[in-house]
């Protein structure tokens, strides 16, 4: 079966060999394997009950960016948004020659009482995950339902499996104007994106479509290409806040750099009956 549904997650199983599976929570994506290489970093630490944000994959940022307030709304939203914590649905599954497609959504009737009191406004989400015998493309469309204007942020927060931390190279951020959490302060990046202490880098229109992940010497890595997307966050927590995650081990931060495409520098505008669509493509390198 090409698409087969468990009771926590949909697995994707290209005819090629390739797979990946989305668990119903967050429409987080958790695995995408090539040739049975995972590239996807998950913590062994994850919490996949439902009762938390799942820790690696690719959760789905909406309607905030951290701890970020929305424009018109009173109310502190949860850290990135509802969206990963909340119950998703396969809508449809289907697949040609060459790919294979989930299609899963969230509305506004399917969050909980508490998240709705937090955003009153009608949205919907739909998040197509699109397998390739070598490629894996997420796509998410938002739409404005209501009548009423909303903002927001969003963001595909993936989290690159990756052989070793110190030999990491991030390229196609170079000359990109950048705000570092980490010291407060914006700079200019200049030249390619390494991992020496913790990491936490909003890069603001960035022009380059194609952003490499790659691993360091002969072990290749992976291609993020972008569409309709404009800012790149680049994070890794390091020692120290690895050590305060409940949910992530001490040493993870070597395996792992996270690599997230979406529209974060400033929120976006929806107009009634509105809607928005960005994605991203992943290949190897
Ligand atoms: C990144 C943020 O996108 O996500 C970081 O830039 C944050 O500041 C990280 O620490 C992880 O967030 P969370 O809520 O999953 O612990």
Sequence with gaps: MPVSQQSNKTVLTHPL??????????????????????????????????????????????????????????????????????RWRLVNSSEDAHTVTAQFGLDHNMISEEHRKMWPFDFSLVYTVKLGAETIETHLKIQNTGDQAFDFNTLLHTYFLIPDESKVRVIGLSGVDYTDKVQQKTSRQEGEVVVRGEVDSVYANVQTADIQIQYGGEDGGVQLHRNGVNDIVVWNPWTEKAAG??????????????????????????????????SQVLSLL
């Design 245 to 278: 995650m409940a949910d992530f081990g001490d040493e993870e931060y070597h395996r792992m750099i996270c690599v997230e495409a979406g529209q974060v520098a400033e929120f976006i505008a929806l107009a009634a009956g509105g809607s928005w669509e960005g």
């Design 17 to 86: 060999g390739a797979s990946a599976e989305v668990h119903f929570f967050g429409a987080t994506l958790t695995s995408w394997k090539v040739a049975s290489e995972e590239r996807i970093f998950l913590s062994e630490k994850a919490v996949l009950d439902g009762s938390k944000a799942i820790r690696g994959g690719i959760p789905l940022v909406f309607p905030v960016f951290g701890k970020g307030k929305a424009p018109h709304v009173t109310a502190s939203l949860p850290q990135h948004g509802f969206a990963r914590i909340s």
